[in-house]
């Protein structure tokens, strides 16, 4: 399957731009939308959606695939998914690398993995399912995370590009999550971007955090520091360079 075109540079949609982007029709390439908060058989956000795609490409994200999880496959929520891309056209579905919950219980967090191959194999065996379901390649976005798992027997990055090979998915690179982990974790933020496969990254997330004494913490909440733009652009990778060329059009 063929690597998504680049889209240029898009934004989040929120409700409260609904009238804003359809009066004023502003210079945004594309739109990120939530998975989720469309996931409805009816109402005012699908509707303003159903506008709004009528005008702009956009993208699905979603926060509830748990694709880690070692509970089943939600099948009722791949078949809204489903349904939902076949209503909007995105030019991609994205989700975390996480788990959410188990035994029926929604944590309501994004929930890091060990990095250890019985992982490996278990989530590049749920994202191909997941993938063969809806007909299509998914991204996987690396989260932030606050804590780490004693049984790890790989770093972050290597998991993380192994499983894009594994499974044969896309990647979206949330550069503020790996400058976020890098610091809570102490481990190299140039290491994990240089090592990422370039060719399998469709997307990249930009986004402000807070800082704490001994946590950096993923709040969404600041200006994208200046570190964050540093580890996107500034130094030579063969990521790197794409990117430097494409950063005023993702």
Not at 122 to 150: F, T
Not at 193 to 222: K, Y
Request: charged share 25%; proline share 6%.
């Amino acid at each position: 399957m063929e690597k998504p075109a680049p889209l240029g540079f898009g934004l989040g949609l929120r409700p409260k731009h609904y009238m804003e982007i359809l009066e004023g029709n502003p210079p945004v390439d594309w739109f990120e939308v939530i998975s989720e908060n469309y996931m409805i058989p009816g109402g005012q956000p699908l509707r303003m959606l159903d506008r709004i795609s009528e005008r702009y490409p956009v993208v699905m994200h979603g926060v509830s695939l748990s694709i880690a999880s070692t509970a089943p496959l939600d099948m009722d929520y791949l078949a809204g998914l489903k349904a939902l891309a076949s209503r909007c056209k995105p030019k991609w579905i994205s989700d975390h690398l996480c788990w959410t919950g188990v035994h029926g219980v929604n944590l309501h967090d994004l929930l890091p993995v060990p990095y250890t191959e019985e992982a490996l194999r278990h989530v590049s065996d749920r994202i191909s399912r997941v993938q063969d379901y809806l007909g299509r390649r998914i991204a996987i976005e690396n989260v932030s995370s606050y804590i780490e798992y004693e049984g790890s027997e790989m770093e972050e990055w290597e998991f993380v590009g192994e499983l894009a090979r594994r499974a044969d998915c896309w990647l979206l690179l949330d550069v503020n999550n790996v400058f976020v982990s890098g610091f809570n974790h102490d481990f190299s933020t140039h290491a994990f971007i240089d090592a990422v496969p370039a060719e399998r990254v469709v997307q990249f997330h930009l986004a402000g955090h807070s800082e704490a004494n001994t946590h950096f913490i993923d709040t969404h909440d600041e200006p994208v520091k200046e570190e964050v733009w540093d580890r996107l652009c500034a130094r030579p990778s063969p990521l790197r360079t794409r990117v430097h060329h494409d950063r005023a059009r993702r």
